[in-house]
């Protein structure tokens, strides 16, 4: 294929990519596929997609400015906890394949899911603080626990990491979809900053792939928190809970039927 035509190529499927990504967290459903087409190993094509979805964290955070500035004490506690966790993933990848994980992965994915189709009935608030005067200590240290779980299996894999802390966020935090969406979104930019530069020193990055992909990614990005902050919240949750369960019977069929 002509250099020009991969380029946009890219750019198109980084655009939707980077949409999906800040809607719901499912851009590998596009980005990943479409570097593997372009004849990258997988493991390269998963590096390289992450490094051009640091992108679609910028493009998203520029866009969710006024979510993430009235939420700063859930934004900073699910960023540190989702940056050790990426951290610990990411260098257990370099220890092991990450094949030894993907045969649970369609069940955590089945598990966000269902968990966003409960957050449906969950009715926003004002308190900023993860409901500090109804949850109790035990509630709100497997809430980090899982977070921090979250982390670590983004760092280490990565498919649908972005809607299984969605999910959690979701049920959790007792604010609109919106600002959990920006909170996901800015998590997983600071996660893949630090997992791409690990990633940078252990294998192969296609950089040349970056660039178009990450323009498409920045835009997409930036695009879809203003669509999730005007669409309604039941119909966009019901969606993202439909994606997840067909990627969770796409991976399950890999992963044990194939």
């Not at 994915?109 to 005067?133: C, E, H, V, W, Y």
């Amino acid at each position: 294929m002509h250099a020009t035509l991969i380029f946009i190529y890219l750019l198109f499927a980084g655009t939707a990519a980077g949409l999906i990504s800040s809607m719901a967290g499912l851009a590998s459903l596009i980005s990943y596929p479409a570097l593997l087409s372009l004849g990258l190993p997988p493991v390269s094509a998963n590096v390289t997609n992450t490094a051009a979805l640091v992108f679609t964290g910028i493009g998203s955070g520029i866009s969710s400015t006024k979510e993430l500035k009235s939420h700063k004490s859930d934004t900073i506690r699910v960023t540190i906890l989702s940056l050790l966790g990426a951290i610990i993933g990411s260098l257990l990848l370099t220890l092991a394949p990450a094949k030894t994980f993907q045969k649970v992965v369609p069940f955590f994915i089945l598990m966000a899911g269902i968990l966003m189709l409960f957050s449906i009935r969950r009715k926003p608030t004002t308190d900023l603080s993860m409901n500090q005067s109804t949850q109790s200590l035990l509630k709100r240290l497997f809430i980090d626990l899982a977070i921090l779980s979250v982390g670590v299996y983004g760092g280490y894999f990565g498919a649908a990491a972005g809607v299984i802390l969605l999910s959690i966020l979701s049920i959790s935090l007792t604010v609109p979809l919106p600002v959990s969406n920006a909170i996901k979104n800015f998590t997983s930019l600071i996660s893949n900053l630090i997992a791409i530069l690990i990633y940078a020193f252990t294998t192969k990055v296609y950089w040349l792939m970056v660039i178009p992909m990450g323009i498409g990614m920045f835009i997409g990005g930036y695009i879809g928190p203003i669509i999730v902050r005007h669409v309604p919240t039941k119909p966009l949750r019901v969606c993202i809970s439909v994606a997840a369960f067909g990627l969770a019977s796409y991976l399950f069929y890999g992963a044990y039927l194939k």
